[in-house]
């Protein structure tokens, strides 16, 4: 089970923290994506880590986040975090992560994954 939180309120250029806990399994060798969506848009790719057992567990982003945007573990935590700076109202969505537990290597299509973080709203506002 996937638990995202860290979702809220900010101003255009402000920060926001996600994190992405998991429960019941060891999330520390597997890959982890971060995906958004806002009303009447398909799921989108923001970003990702590969576990460090794929590409020395590398990240990547999507283009539109890309020097804003920061993914990282916490191991001891069993957690995922993304770091967002300097915000925009674009960036205004749910955003969910997502995991398979099976695999170290990181996809960029929500079809790839089948356990799914709740989803934590983060709302910029210009």
């Known amino acids: 089970q996937l638990q995202a939180s860290g979702g809220g309120l900010v101003q255009a250029g402000g920060s926001l923290r996600l994190s992405c806990t998991a429960s019941?399994?060891?999330?520390?060798?597997?890959?982890m994506g971060w995906f958004r969506q806002t009303p009447g848009k398909e799921r989108e790719f923001v970003g990702g880590?590969?576990?460090?057992?794929?590409?020395?567990?590398?990240?990547n982003y999507a283009d539109s986040v890309k020097g804003r945007f920061t993914i990282s573990r916490a191991n001891a935590e069993n957690t995922v975090y993304l770091q967002m700076d300097s915000l925009k109202p674009e960036d205004t969505a749910v955003y969910y992560c997502?995991?398979?537990?099976?695999?170290?290597?990181?996809?960029?299509?929500?079809?790839?994954?089948?356990?799914w973080g709740p989803g934590t709203l983060v709302t910029v506002s210009s």
């Open positions: 997502a995991s398979n537990f099976r695999s170290p290597r990181l996809f960029l299509t929500d079809e790839a994954y089948d356990v």
């Open positions: 019941g399994r060891t999330i520390s060798t597997y890959a």
């Open positions: 880590i590969n576990g460090p057992n794929w590409s020395s567990g590398s990240t």
